[in-house]
């Protein structure tokens, strides 16, 4: 299976800044997505990266607030922009490579004051 | 895809088996069951899945029932490095690509 670096693995940010979280893949994957983990609760799925165009947003999320970008096979970004300490989650990679099952890095964990 | 409902918490004896139960009576024919845990500080591990045969790797077990309403995922020997959040998660799968919907997990709790 594939190895899913994310970084930074953790941060803690001043309201009303901006981060941007990178994923890093050592093969080329089929697909990315962006989940976010609240304190305390389940996953829930952000959008999926798309190469080279614009990513597909679940109902809740907004490109102002979720830019991503996923320039080719193997990397993506994830911005959390004017953050809120309503942002403070752990936010995660995962990728599928042909038909093998989703795989996940171990995500960002961020805290915003 | 198919809601699921599991029970939020169960312990099991280490050494023991570990059976985890999930329903999902909605399930629709082309949806396949999957199974991912969570360890503390950890992203989601796969684990199983399954379409209407029962499935074994190194890891699990998975049982799913003739109807397909339910399944049960069971840890044959659980050991204290089980200890984590369960996920029964029904999806379609026509290439693997899809997304993946979690619900609230069952939270294992494997004691000496």
């Known amino acids: 299976s594939a190895v899913i670096s994310q970084k930074p693995s953790r941060d803690i940010c001043q309201r009303g800044t901006s981060l941007t979280i990178q994923c890093q893949v050592d093969?080329?994957?089929?697909?990315m997505f962006w989940y976010r983990q609240q304190p305390g609760q389940s996953l829930t799925l952000i959008a999926t990266?798309?190469?080279?165009?614009?990513?597909?947003?679940e109902s809740g999320f907004v490109i102002d607030k979720f830019p991503i970008s996923r320039p080719n096979l193997t990397f993506s970004t994830l911005t959390v922009s004017n953050m809120s300490p309503e942002d403070s989650s752990i936010y995660l990679c995962?990728?599928?490579?042909?038909?093998?099952?989703?795989?996940f890095g171990d995500g960002t964990r961020l805290s915003i004051l | 895809d198919a809601k699921t409902t599991q029970p939020p918490s169960m312990d099991c004896a280490e050494g023991r088996a570990a059976n985890l139960p999930c329903n999902h009576s909605?399930?629709?024919?082309?949806?396949?069951v999957y199974w991912y845990r969570q360890i503390h500080s950890q992203g989601p591990q796969y684990i199983i899945h399954?379409?209407?045969n029962n499935e074994t790797n190194e890891m699990a077990s998975l049982i799913i029932t003739e109807d397909r309403k339910s399944s049960t995922l069971i840890l044959p020997h659980a050991t204290l490095r089980d200890t984590a959040v369960y996920y029964c998660?029904?999806?379609?799968?026509?290439?693997?690509?899809?997304?993946?919907?979690f619900g609230q997990g069952t939270e294992l709790s494997v004691k000496p």
């Open positions: 093969s080329q994957v089929t697909m």
């Open positions: 909605t399930i629709s024919g082309n949806e396949y």
């Open positions: 998660i029904v999806r379609v799968v026509s290439n693997q690509g899809g997304k993946l919907i």
């Open positions: 990266a798309n190469q080279g165009s614009e990513a597909t947003y």
């Open positions: 995962s990728v599928t490579i042909s038909n093998q099952p989703q795989h």
């Open positions: 399954g379409l209407k």
